[in-house]
């Protein structure tokens, strides 16, 4: 059964890079059938995608959150990750991956991350 | 970006009730539409995909419909288990995937 877990600090200073992992088990990342991305949520908001990555290393953003954010796959980890730059306080949410096949069918548990000095 | 708006923002209803739940498209999005049902504390999990099809182990009781614009997600009985907040998300935008804000189920 495939597994996704996500992993990172749990807090970030304002202005200094958010980074995140996602370890996949049970499943290859290396799959042609499907993407990998991450999406937050806001605490008692909704759900906002940030970004997608196939295992090839091929990316694709949010433009809202272009500028600021990197996504990057370790085939022979079986992982992905995700570092956002620049955070703010409005960066403050659940953190989630997960795999996108038709629509996002697989989620890992989700980390909160707290932007705070 | 193609914006969906979700309806009612709240619904309240009994165990065994039927619940009729909304989502509209800015724009045509075909049947590029899923659903997803959130429990506090807990990662979305998918319902339906592309309107109308029933993900894996999903109960009988959810179907969705619609094409176009207009998309419903339909619990013909509820359980005490599906009180919780349900999203619909398009994938007719590649790579920009965009959610609805929600719609919360609540028992009344």
Same mark, same amino acid.
């Given at each position: +059964?495939l +597994?996704l877990?996500?992993?990172?600090?749990?807090?970030?200073?304002p202005s200094?890079?958010l980074?995140l992992?996602?370890?996949v088990?049970g499943g290859?990342?290396?799959s042609?059938s499907?993407y990998?991305?991450w999406i937050? +949520?806001?605490?008692?908001?909704?759900l906002?995608?940030?970004g997608?990555?196939?295992?090839?290393?091929?990316?694709?953003?949010?433009?809202?959150?272009?500028?600021?954010v990197?996504i990057?796959?370790?085939?022979s980890?079986?992982?992905?990750?995700?570092?956002?730059?620049?955070?703010?306080?409005a960066?403050?949410?659940?953190?989630?991956?997960?795999?996108?096949?038709?629509?996002w069918?697989?989620?890992? +548990?989700?980390t909160t991350?707290?932007v705070?000095? | 970006?193609?914006?969906?708006?979700q309806?009612?923002?709240?619904?309240?209803?009994s165990?065994?009730?039927?619940?009729t739940?909304?989502?509209?498209?800015?724009?045509?999005v075909s049947?590029?539409?899923?659903?997803y049902?959130q429990?506090?504390?807990?990662?979305?999990?998918?319902?339906i995909?592309?309107?109308?099809?029933?993900?894996?182990g999903i109960?009988?009781?959810?179907?969705g419909?619609?094409?176009?614009?207009?998309?419903?997600?339909?619990?013909s009985s509820?359980?005490?288990?599906?009180?919780?907040?349900?999203?619909?998300?398009q994938?007719?935008?590649?790579?920009?995937?965009?959610?609805g804000?929600?719609?919360?189920?609540e028992?009344?």
């Amino acid at each position: +059964q495939l +597994q996704l877990q996500e992993s990172g600090p749990g807090l970030v200073k304002p202005s200094e890079t958010l980074s995140l992992t996602c370890t996949v088990s049970g499943g290859s990342i290396s799959s042609s059938s499907y993407y990998w991305g991450w999406i937050r +949520q806001p605490p008692g908001k909704g759900l906002e995608w940030i970004g997608s990555i196939y295992y090839s290393g091929s990316t694709y953003y949010n433009p809202s959150l272009k500028s600021r954010v990197t996504i990057s796959v370790d085939t022979s980890k079986n992982q992905f990750s995700l570092k956002l730059s620049s955070v703010t306080a409005a960066d403050t949410a659940v953190y989630y991956c997960a795999r996108l096949a038709l629509s996002w069918d697989v989620w890992g +548990q989700g980390t909160t991350v707290t932007v705070s000095s | 970006e193609i914006v969906l708006t979700q309806s009612p923002a709240t619904l309240s209803l009994s165990p065994g009730e039927r619940a009729t739940l909304s989502c509209r498209a800015s724009q045509s999005v075909s049947s590029y539409l899923a659903w997803y049902q959130q429990k506090p504390g807990q990662a979305p999990r998918l319902l339906i995909y592309d309107a109308s099809n029933r993900a894996t182990g999903i109960p009988a009781r959810f179907s969705g419909s619609g094409s176009g614009t207009d998309f419903t997600l339909t619990i013909s009985s509820l359980e005490p288990e599906d009180f919780a907040v349900y999203y619909c998300q398009q994938r007719s935008n590649w790579p920009s995937y965009t959610f609805g804000q929600g719609t919360k189920l609540e028992i009344k």
